[in-house]
């Protein structure tokens, strides 16, 4: 089974509006980190955000918050107010700490954004 | 300036001969790890390293070496490449469990 599931190949939006990025997970740790990274097309990969498994509170980040709900395994990104510098490929990974796993990085397969003008 | 720098960041090879990737970074981060970035695949994790002389496999090494001899350093090296390595190549590290940097990636062609 897939450990991170982006079902959004890709996505539109316009201008100044709002939008959120689905990202499930599957793991058995008590003990993990969601991420979210950006690439936009020259190819860098860029850090947003980051929560951790015991945050209570949903991480926020500038215009990006991580809408957290560990019940339902899912770990969403919201853009607020998207500009066109937010077009670009979206990743969400997960790293699992108690099953020694610290080593990696789990990627999902992305999501493409278009931010029409 | 905190950063990771791979080379080169374009590489057209053809099949055989042998090539390294250089990566390098200047955060004296123990964790570095080489990934590749495949359509519809995300990034998969080839290999990687928890500190100088200790390097593990990751999801997909076959084909792939690496050595760590310096903290700083972690080179990926493809002995004999084939097209199906054809991909983009990313090399991150990190002190903690939280942020990884990632160099600029090396896009590879393998003919």
């Known amino acids: 089974a897939q450990k991170i599931t982006q079902t959004q190949p890709g996505m539109f939006v316009q201008e100044k509006e709002a939008v959120t990025l689905d990202c499930t997970y599957d793991?058995?740790?008590?003990?993990?980190?969601l991420f979210w990274y950006k690439q936009p097309s020259s190819g860098e990969m860029i850090f947003l955000i980051y929560?951790?498994?015991?945050?209570?509170q949903n991480a926020t980040e500038g215009r990006y918050s991580l809408n957290f709900q560990k019940a339902r395994k899912s770990a969403n990104l919201v853009i607020s107010a998207s500009q066109l510098g937010d077009s670009a490929m979206y990743f969400c990974a997960m790293r699992e700490v108690a099953s020694g796993s610290a080593r990696q990085l789990t990627f999902g397969s992305g999501t493409q954004l278009t931010v029409l003008p | 300036e905190a950063q990771v720098t791979q080379n080169p960041r374009y590489l057209i090879t053809v099949t055989g001969k042998k090539l390294t990737v250089t990566c390098s970074q200047n955060m004296n981060h123990e964790y570095m790890s080489w990934y590749r970035q495949d359509p519809g695949l995300g990034l998969r994790q080839i290999y990687y390293?928890?500190?100088?002389?200790?390097?593990d496999k990751g999801d997909v090494p076959e084909g792939y070496k690496v050595s760590r001899k310096e903290k700083r350093n972690f080179p990926l090296i493809l002995e004999s490449p084939s097209p199906n390595q054809t991909s983009l190549y990313f090399c991150?590290?990190?002190?903690?469990?939280?942020?990884?940097?990632f160099g600029q990636g090396t896009r590879l062609t393998v003919v």
């Open positions: 991150a590290s990190r002190a903690g469990l939280t942020e990884a940097f």
């Open positions: 390293s928890m500190n100088v002389e200790v390097t």
């Open positions: 929560q951790g498994s015991y945050d209570e």
């Open positions: 793991t058995s740790d008590q003990s993990y980190g």
